[in-house]
């Protein structure tokens, strides 16, 4: 069908002209589209269904109107075979929309969202999207189920593995350059994809660290922790929300209207469509919130969730709801809406196909560089006895061991449908070009991260003794994380730490360089290892990446987005907690107490006997391959007035013989407040570079907003009092500066 017929189709009003429709503009197509639609196809608007191919029960239902999207449709011919159905052969010609979960990259695979944020630098996480957009909107996939901007602070719920880590603001600025990165700049040129802030809301708070779990969230903490991130996505413009599987303090979000509603769409003006999550309309039947299908349908259109994923709630009973006046036809119309207006704001009525002439952009060469450097700038150093990096000088012959070693499929991590195994460069490949196949000696050890059976710790043991170097490539394969892969021991899994046992009696210096998808209990194996390395999957380039930063070639600058427990028990473990009236001090731990100690005898502070306080490796830490030193912070001012701001600057040096770059942590704390505050909280970052001897100011803009806090459901408020900011290298270190608020600067309501 040419243009013009399919503007005879359209009417006049959705005519197809230049991309670039003003928003009243699409506003009027899409009331003179609705206008023009019988219920069943406004129901098929909001059906969206899982591509099967061509086949002869999904042409039916594109042809019939009867499917609003497909999502998991990958291959282009079949894409437009079902688009030249849907446009030319449905009575209104509505296209439809291709989705996927394209969460890290499609084909060229880019860190786990935890290792992006480890990186702490937007401007790679937006470049990584935009890849993405690029390689999976060439199949013809235009709405990616990303970024997930759930805050994390549980590393046994798999699913911390798609999240930006523990923190509100650095979740907020990474899901922002997500956002940006998918969408580009015009959402309706054909190589960008519809971003989705998920998963609406609290999903990261499963009780327990257990996927699916209850969340009981206090609208207080769910406003300061949980909803920021998402509130950053929608004033960024992300075009759809998805809502998640949790019930939250009782109601599963899906059916969730306070969320849906009152919060996403009243208070914070979204204009874009909310999709449910897999299913989870008819999981309000398990969850005891739905009586059946046909209630979890009304109670869906109720909370406003505009699409049906799957759950076949819409199709199966909504005409009937609206036929008995149970559900409005005009409530129908409100959702048809939203599906609609992003079908126009992508420009698929203008561009419904995929240009086959140009499908498949897949692995650039400057695609592959910049994953690469995603994992040069997300691995972090947290130990270093001076066995990194490589010394060309005394090693000659490297024993390369360990499961992840050579593990093309597990070093991609989750939630990565599109990959290709045989793309991946692995640690081995990688070494093996850069120090000579004859100087290295491979002997894993252990064939996978699960495994318990030790046959193979001879022939490491072997190499070991042999080499000047032993690298132990440790860690998780990538299905020991992501949707409903949770785990309670937060150790190095199989028979991993035993090897690393072994290997340290050879005498000869270990570097553990582990890949996970997951923070975990590294203690006593960092204790061992010479050297640690932690590289949350870093998918296709991890080997040149390790290579490039175990060498020496380039220096380490990643940072940790989460707390790094001592022991397993210790989750879930975040730096911004509250001080308690028994902050930890004076700590007796568990082999210090005497035998038949009264019951006070360890000072009755907070902490565990086992694992004492705090984090092995706290937020924000990580090493380089030379020193930072930072000033004192100094400040503009010492007060802070209503609608004023101060500044806060501080020296960073280079101290070492060699270019680095460091991640500058801007931290503030309230000291006194009606409702007790956390012990710090970031609120700004800067990742600065610096040749040896080099010294920067870096300096921040500190504004009420900034200090603002929620203390009731409804009321944000800067209270007046004293204040200490930092400018510090990691969340546990570093001296304050003092101000205070004088008055109370007013700040906007429902950030
Ligand atoms: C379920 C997951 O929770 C969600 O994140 C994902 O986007 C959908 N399935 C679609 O695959």
């Not at 880590?165 to 960008?192: F, R």
């Not at 995929?354 to 690469?372: E, N, Q």
């Not at 920067?696 to 944000?716: E, I, K, Q, S």
């Amino acid at each position: 069908m040419n243009k013009n017929i399919i503007t005879a189709v359209l009417g006049v009003c959705c005519a197809v002209t230049a991309a670039g429709r003003t928003e009243a503009e699409i506003d009027s197509c899409v009331n003179d589209l609705l206008g023009r639609m019988t219920l069943a196809e406004k129901v098929g608007q909001l059906n969206q269904r899982s591509g099967f191919g061509y086949a002869d029960e999904m042409v039916g239902l594109v042809r019939s109107g009867g499917v609003g999207s497909i999502l998991n449709e990958t291959d282009p011919e079949t894409v437009n075979k079902l688009q030249r159905d849907a446009v030319e052969k449905s009575r209104l010609g509505i296209p439809l929309v291709f989705a996927r979960d394209v969460v890290h990259g499609f084909k060229t695979i880019f860190p786990i969202p935890l290792g992006q944020a480890a990186s702490f630098n937007p401007a790679l996480v937006e470049e990584g999207a935009r890849i993405a957009a690029d390689e999976a909107s060439s199949v013809g996939i235009r709405w990616t189920f990303s970024p997930m901007v759930d805050v994390s602070r549980d590393p046994r719920w798999g699913r911390i593995a798609e999240s930006f880590g523990e923190d509100t603001y650095l979740s907020s600025v990474l899901g922002v350059a997500m956002v940006k990165g998918y969408q580009g700049d015009d959402l309706t040129k054909p190589n960008t994809m519809a971003a989705c802030a998920k998963h609406f809301a609290g999903y990261g708070a499963s009780e327990s660290g257990r996927d699916y779990n209850t969340t009981w969230i206090p609208e207080i903490q769910l406003r300061e922790t949980y909803l920021p991130p998402f509130k950053a996505a929608s004033d960024a413009g992300a075009a759809t929300f998805m809502c998640s599987f949790n019930d939250i303090n009782g109601i599963p979000s899906s059916g969730n209207r306070h969320l849906l509603r009152d919060i996403l769409r009243d208070e914070w003006g979204f204009d874009g469509m909310v999709v449910s999550d897999w299913g989870s309309l008819d999981q309000m039947i398990p969850h005891g919130f739905s009586r059946d299908r046909r209630h979890a349908a009304m109670q869906g259109v109720n909370a406003g969730v505009d699409m049906d994923m799957e759950s076949y709630a819409y199709c199966a009973h909504l005409e009937d709801l609206v036929s008995k006046g149970e559900v409005s036809e005009a409530a129908v119309d409100s959702l048809v809406a939203n599906v609609l207006r992003l079908k126009y704001r992508l420009g698929l009525f203008e561009n419904p196909y995929v240009d086959i002439k140009t499908s498949k952009r897949f692995y650039a060469d400057a695609s592959l560089d910049a994953a690469r450097r995603a994992v040069e700038e997300s691995a972090i150093l947290l130990k270093n006895n001076g066995a990194l990096p490589i010394d060309n000088s005394k090693v000659r012959k490297i024993a390369v061991v360990g499961p992840m070693a050579d593990a093309r499929h597990d070093q991609v991590g989750t939630w990565v449908f599109d990959f290709e195994k045989e793309r991946s460069v692995t640690p081995l490949d990688a070494l093996k070009d850069m120090y000579g196949e004859k100087n290295i000696i491979y002997a894993p050890g252990l064939e996978y991260s699960r495994q318990n059976d030790t046959k193979g710790f001879a022939a490491a043991v072997k190499a070991a003794r042999e080499a000047d170097l032993v690298l132990c490539f440790g860690g998780e394969e990538a299905v020991l994380s992501g949707e409903a892969h949770c785990r309670v021991d937060l150790t190095l899994p199989g028979a991993q730490s035993a090897l690393l046992r072994e290997l340290k009696a050879t005498g000869k210096p270990v570097v553990l360089v582990v890949q996970a998808g997951r923070s975990l209990a590294l203690a006593d194996d960092a204790a061992l290892a010479d050297a640690t390395v932690f590289c949350f999957h870093g998918g296709t380039m991890t080997g040149p990446a390790l290579a490039n930063l175990l060498s020496g070639e380039v220096n380490f600058s990643g940072r940790c987005p989460v707390s790094f427990p001592r022991m397993s028990g210790q989750v879930p473990i975040y730096y911004n907690r509250k001080n308690t009236g028994r902050p930890a001090a004076d700590m007796t731990l568990i082999n210090d107490i005497p035998l038949e100690a009264g019951q006070t005898s360890t000072g009755c502070t907070s902490y565990y006997l086992d694992a004492g306080d705090g984090a092995l490796f706290p937020f924000g830490y990580g090493l380089s391959y030379t020193t930072f030193a930072y000033s004192d912070p100094v400040i503009s001012s010492s007060e802070i007035a209503p609608d004023g701001s101060l500044t806060v600057s501080c020296t960073v040096s280079n101290t070492g013989s060699r270019e680095g770059s460091d991640v500058a942590q801007l931290y503030v704390r309230d000291h006194i407040g009606s409702l007790v505050r956390p012990v710090r909280e970031l609120r700004g970052f800067e990742k600065v570079t610096l040749k040896p001897g080099e010294s920067r100011v870096v300096t921040f803009t500190l504004r009420p907003d900034d200090l603002a806090f929620y203390n009731t459901p409804t009321t944000r408020v800067v209270e007046p009092g004293e204040f200490s900011v930092w400018i510090s290298p990691d969340s546990q270190s570093g001296n304050p500066a003092k101000f205070n608020v004088v008055d109370q600067p007013s700040v906007a309501a429902n950030n």
